[in-house]
């Protein structure tokens, strides 16, 4: 069985090509889940991929004045458009493992001139990031890369303030995958192979403390394929005003 170091080192490494231009989701498999392009709101200057399964900020409401944190924020493209959303007070916070990305998506934020985007290097397994301290947390397409999810929700979940929004559009399966596509390095860079049972990944995201999970669009797959969904949820607490 590939070791979760592997799998870091194998996505760390595809998408470090990926920032600088080079193949897609798998050279074998160019219609590979995280190939999908996100919503493409205009964004002048921006360069670099903009890939996802899936539209997280178009459900998080974010308000002016907010702090909303992106969990594989790739190339930028989706904390910059937040980073506009919570402006001219909020701010918008990516973290992404792979110093190419982190390097691409700062080269962005200076292009786009939008000042409030600020981009971390690290692993959402261990966000760095205090306790507490962001009003939203949305990912595309990334956490089915993370060897361990719960921690992934976990940490999510530390850093939301109470009462704080999850929003997050992911690869799910139908049911358990092969095992030769759980052990393929090249399955799990291209959002294949790390891809939970939706009832699996569900349950992570109520074991690590969030209530009134709803999923807010699913698309379909036989046994033993995957698709994406995109899900809301909420950190017990205070309510958010006026959502």
């Known amino acids: 069985m590939i070791s979760p170091d592997a799998i870091r080192m194998q996505v760390r490494e595809h998408y470090a090509g990926r920032a600088t231009g080079q193949g897609c989701c798998g050279a074998s498999d160019p219609d590979a889940a995280c190939c999908t392009p996100s919503a493409a709101e205009t964004l002048e200057h921006f360069e670099g991929p903009s890939l996802g399964c899936g539209s997280p900020l178009e459900h998080a409401q974010l308000r002016p004045g907010e702090i909303v944190v ?3 924020s790739g190339a930028g493209r989706e904390v910059l458009l937040a980073a506009r959303q919570v402006s001219p007070t909020g701010r ?13 998506a700062r080269d962005n934020a200076a292009r786009t001139a939008i000042p409030n985007a600020e981009f971390r290097l690290g692993e959402i397994e261990y966000i760095p990031l205090p306790d507490a301290s962001a009003d939203a947390v949305i990912s595309n397409c990334v956490i ?19 009462g704080g929004r999850l929003v997050v559009s992911d690869i799910v399966s139908n049911g358990p995958l092969p095992d030769a596509v759980r052990n393929s390095a090249e399955a799990w860079s291209a959002c294949v192979a790390g891809a939970l049972d939706v ?15 709803e999923t807010l669009s699913s698309g379909e797959a036989r046994k033993g394929q995957v698709y994406s969904v995109t899900v809301k949820a909420r950190k017990a607490g205070m309510e958010p005003a006026a959502l």
């Open 70 to 72: 992106d969990l594989g």
């Open 92 to 104: 918008a916070v990516g973290i992404d493992m792979t110093p190419e990305m982190v390097w691409k």
């Open 144 to 162: 089915n890369l993370v060897p361990d999810k719960t921690a992934a929700f976990r940490e999510a979940y530390r850093i939301l303030k109470p």
């Open 199 to 213: 009832a699996d990944y569900l349950s992570a995201i109520a074991r690590a403390g969030f209530v009134e999970t």
